[in-house]
């Protein structure tokens, strides 16, 4: 009875300070969020390269964007399994040294004089393929490092905060890089961001166990498939995984569509762009702050549907702006604002499901599939904004998919993910 209080007290307290004392998931939150931050100089950098510097069509543009996400739609679930069958940290550190060197070498031949489109094309693919990677590797690691469950939307809250404030920051640093040095020597500050993140890595002590290998009748197709019945046997990944395909699509378009909308029409220069994404991402930002208090206070169902429905309304905002030319700015960022702190909220929730309902040995291949639709939707959203900006002009493109994107708030309202009332038990979800 002696030792009972004590104990007591000692749990508590370390309950209260939660993932403060894991220094391993703390140094790779530390390099992870100065690579998002990077990430999202790329992001605008990249297609103002193209726009700026080879004055490339709408089309080419939506392409570009295409094909910085196409590799998530071939090549995750392939990656998924193969990640489930090897330690996850070499596999994240190569992916970050190939993205380092990649967008190291657009300024370099920038500088030589012999960027055209088709390499920078390229380029962008090559780096999708390395960050599908990474992706399907880091949310599968999360876990090792993290051990205890209960930690689980901590540690969702914290990458959801590096997210947000790499969303606020990143677009507002790319502008000003882009209009001080250009839009490809930007790029360089990505590279530096993945060199921390590899710094990082290399520092964790964390073991990270090798996998059962598979058993000798195990083939890549079965095991594929495993994956996707796990994700769409299971009523709330599967509903997860549709949502965010649709939110997904929505966001890549109306994000590629506002970029040549303003270029274009409004005449809007880099630094005007990267303030108006910066300003409106300081509201992923509150969203991930406050994410657990709500989640705590409220049904988890109810603050999954509103806030996911604020990231489907707001692109309805960019199509009613109007007026001088201050209103119109102040209306795109209430729209970005209102999306991305749906976003953020909603991310803290979506991720902890997925990994609260799924064993460590089926992480690799559930994130697979995720990524394959989630970066899948963003693909074909970049794709569509080109197309659809040809056909019938910015404006009348985003008129079009801010209505498709108020459509999709149906299926959430009709998602079982909406009727929950907290977190299920630890995989008792992934018995579908």
Aim: hydrophobic share 55%; with cysteine.
């Amino acid at each position: 009875m002696t030792t009972t209080e004590p104990l007591s007290e000692s749990a508590a307290a370390s309950a209260q300070e939660g993932l403060w004392r894991n220094g391993d998931f703390l140094k790779f939150w530390l390099g992870e969020t100065l690579s998002l931050l990077g990430t999202q100089v790329t992001n605008l950098a990249l297609p103002l390269t193209a726009i700026y510097a080879f004055h490339a069509t709408d089309e080419q543009v939506g392409l570009l964007r295409f094909l910085q996400l196409a590799p998530y739609l071939g090549l995750a679930l392939l990656f998924g399994v193969w990640v489930d069958r090897v330690r996850r940290r070499p596999v994240m550190v190569w992916a970050n040294i190939t993205r380092m060197v990649l967008l190291v070498l657009i300024p370099v031949l920038s500088w030589l004089d012999v960027l055209s489109m088709a390499p920078l094309l390229v380029i962008a693919c090559a780096i999708g393929v390395a960050s599908v990677l990474f992706d399907v590797s880091w949310m599968s690691f999360v876990p090792i490092l993290v051990k205890d469950p209960k930690h689980y939307v901590e540690a969702g809250a914290k990458m959801g905060i590096s997210s947000s404030s790499a969303d606020v920051a990143g677009p507002g640093l790319a502008g000003v890089l882009v209009g001080a040095v250009t839009a490809p020597m930007a790029l360089i500050v990505d590279a530096f961001s993945y060199l921390v993140s590899l710094v990082s890595l290399l520092l964790i002590r964390t073991h990270e166990p090798r996998p059962e290998p598979p058993a000798a009748n195990r083939r890549l197709l079965t095991e594929l498939r495993d994956g996707l019945r796990w994700v769409f046997g299971n009523p709330i990944l599967r509903a997860l995984a549709l949502v965010g395909f649709c939110c997904n699509f929505s966001m890549v378009t109306v994000w590629t569509l506002f970029l040549l909308y303003g270029t274009r029409d409004l005449q809007l220069n880099s630094t005007t762009l990267g303030g108006i994404f910066a300003t409106a991402s300081a509201g992923g930002l509150i969203g991930a702050l406050i994410s657990r208090k709500i989640i705590e206070r409220f049904r988890l169902g109810l603050v999954y549907l509103v806030a996911q429905t604020a990231l489907l309304l707001g692109p309805a905002l960019i199509v009613l702006a109007a007026g001088p030319r201050p209103v119109m700015v102040g209306m795109f960022v209430l729209s970005f604002f209102a999306t991305y702190l749906g976003l953020g909220v909603a991310n803290v929730i979506i991720v902890s499901l997925r990994q609260i309902s799924t064993p460590q040995v089926m992480m690799g291949r559930m994130t697979a599939v995720f990524r394959t639709l989630l970066f899948g939707g963003g693909a074909l959203g970049g794709l569509s904004a080109g197309l659809l900006a040809g056909a019938a002009g910015a404006k009348g493109a985003l008129t079009t998919a801010a209505i498709g994107s108020a459509a999709v708030v149906i299926g959430l309202i009709v998602s079982p993910v909406s009727r929950l009332r907290a977190l299920p038990p630890a995989h008792a979800a992934g018995n579908g």
